[in-house]
Nanobody
Framework: QVQLVESGGGLVQPGGSLRLSCAAS????????MGWYRQAPGKERELVAR???????NYADSVKGRFTISRDNAKNTVYLQMNSLKPEDTAVYYC??????????????WGQGTLVTVSS
């Protein structure tokens, strides 16, 4: 019913920048919170940043001051601007959205993930 498609991952050198995008499509009435999570090899998935439809954003302490989350509600799209990247930011990044569908079901939807590798 609802799909999330991510783009923008890749290989970047330490100190570099990347911008991830995630577009939601399907039977969408409204989207509440959108967010980004990541999972590094051998580690659990963790919250990176999230942005509600109204209200303040929140970030993991490890990315504060370096990453910025934003959304375009008209396009049902969320972005993650990542600056000053470090090798420890290497992970698969997943988009997440809490969606109310056109038939008023509440769903939590995940994207397929996009790999970010920070290495020289």
């Amino acid at each position: 019913q609802v799909q999330l498609v991510e783009s923008g991952g890749g290989l970047v050198q330490p100190g570099g920048s990347l911008r991830l995008s995630c577009a939601a499509s399907g039977s969408i009435f409204s989207i509440n919170t959108m967010g980004w999570y990541r999972q590094a090899p051998g580690k659990e998935r963790e919250l990176v940043a999230r942005i509600p439809s109204g209200g303040t954003t929140n970030y993991a302490d490890s990315v504060k001051g370096r990453f910025t989350i934003s959304r375009d509600n008209a396009k049902n799209t969320v972005y993650l601007q990542m600056n000053s990247l470090k090798p420890e930011d290497t992970a698969v990044y997943y988009c997440n959205a809490r969606v109310k569908t056109m038939n008023y079901m509440n769903l939590e939807v995940w994207g397929q993930g996009t790999l970010v590798t920070v290495s020289s």
